[in-house]
């Protein structure tokens, strides 16, 4: 699932933020260094001054940046809980670009990493019901189908039953997934195993423990974003 959830950045008051969004050929001016960031093959150890040498973590490629350098992210997936911008020398004069390489081929996530790689040890608990230790979230997705956040676990588990509210009869989706306790339980498509199963879990509700943006920015004026997808920001 790679739905865009609102809000994908929290911005301070101050910020002048310009966000490149599209396809569109857009002239890159490089006034100061070019680094490099790759989630599949970096090292933290590298530098990142060379595609060669990428550096792994996200985060402390940005915080390597100043007014007029541009980071270069490679492609894969970047987990991010949120990715904070914070106090860079950026300006709209001499901004700070951050873009993927190729356009399109990297992806910041606000997702619970485990779920989204497959590596949850989801726990049996009946009737195609499994669960796992987390905190809760907004919307869930797998293998192309969007799964509901149901109140409870007594309505994950009777999703097929006729209910009736002021719209009158309706029926709810037969799989989904619902937070109590602690723990997420998920019900899939026909009730099959989630272990080894990649979900993407967008984080939760404004109010909710756990909500956060994909991207939040504090004092750092002039950001350019280009070409990277967002993935499970919340709402």
Avoid at 8 to 22: D, P, T
Avoid at 150 to 172: C, N, P
Wanted: hydrophobic residues 45%; proline residues 7%.
């Amino acid at each position: 699932m790679n739905s865009l959830h609102f809000p994908l950045f929290r911005l301070s008051n101050s910020i002048a933020l310009l966000l490149v969004i599209g396809l569109l050929a857009i002239p890159i001016r490089v006034s100061g260094k070019c680094l490099y960031v790759s989630a599949l093959r970096g090292d933290d150890a590298a530098d990142g001054t060379s595609i060669d040498s990428p550096v792994k973590n996200l985060q402390r490629a940005v915080q390597m940046l100043a007014g007029g350098d541009t980071l270069k992210v490679l492609p894969g997936e970047y987990y991010v809980a949120p990715l904070t911008i914070r106090d860079l020398s950026s300006s709209v004069e001499e901004p700070i670009w951050i873009l993927a390489e190729p356009r399109g081929r990297a992806t910041l996530s606000a997702a619970w990493p485990e779920a989204a790689t497959g590596r949850v040890r989801w726990r049996d608990e009946g009737e195609g019901v499994w669960s796992a230790p987390h905190g809760p979230a907004t919307f869930a997705g797998w293998n192309g189908h969007f799964l509901f956040r149901y109140m409870s676990v007594v309505d994950l588990r009777a999703a097929e039953v006729q209910t009736r509210d002021w719209y009158g009869e309706v029926h709810g989706p037969i799989s989904g997934f619902a937070w109590e306790s602690g723990r997420i339980f998920v019900k899939l498509p026909g009730g099959g195993d989630p272990n080894g199963e990649k979900i993407i879990f967008a984080p939760p509700f404004w109010g909710e423990e756990g909500t956060t943006p994909v991207v939040e920015v504090f004092n750092s004026p002039g950001l350019i974003f280009d070409g990277l997808r967002l993935q499970a920001s919340g709402i």
